[in-house]
């Protein structure tokens, strides 16, 4: 059970489509890349990084499910609370990756009703 939850993490890290750090990752480099001039740059070295991230991190899920353990260790058994730390934090991991959407309408709702944001940037032009 902590292998499979340990890959999930891993692969919210790595940014793919639809697990919960793609959405951030993705809002922000393409406003650099619509922004232009040196923060393209910026978005190339964002995008560079995140490859390099993803194989490191998809590394680690291989070494835990593909390869054969160096020595046998005996199983330990972790306490309630850690097991309560996990389910939470798993169900807040799924739960953004799978409905990322409320957040990001409140969050827009915000940015028009305070003029700040993408909106504000828009008038000015």
């Not at 292998?3 to 793919?16: D, E, V, Y």
């Not at 827009?108 to 944001?117: A, C, F, L």
Request: proline share 6%; hydrophobic share 50%; net charge positive.
């Amino acid at each position: 059970m902590a292998g499979a939850l340990m890959a999930l993490f891993l692969l919210s890290l790595t940014g793919f489509h639809r697990w919960p750090a793609s959405g951030p990752k993705r809002t922000l480099i393409l406003a650099a890349i619509q922004a232009g001039g040196w923060l393209t740059a910026v978005a190339v070295l964002a995008m560079i990084n995140a490859a390099a991230a993803a194989v490191y991190y998809l590394r680690v899920v291989v070494y835990m499910y593909m390869r054969d353990p160096v020595e046998e260790t005996a199983p330990t058994s972790p306490g309630i609370l850690f097991r309560a730390g996990l389910a939470i934090v798993s169900v807040g991991t799924l739960a953004f990756g799978l409905f990322p959407a409320p957040g990001h309408r409140r969050r827009q709702r915000r940015d028009v009703s305070t003029g700040s944001g993408r909106h504000q940037a828009t008038a000015r032009r």
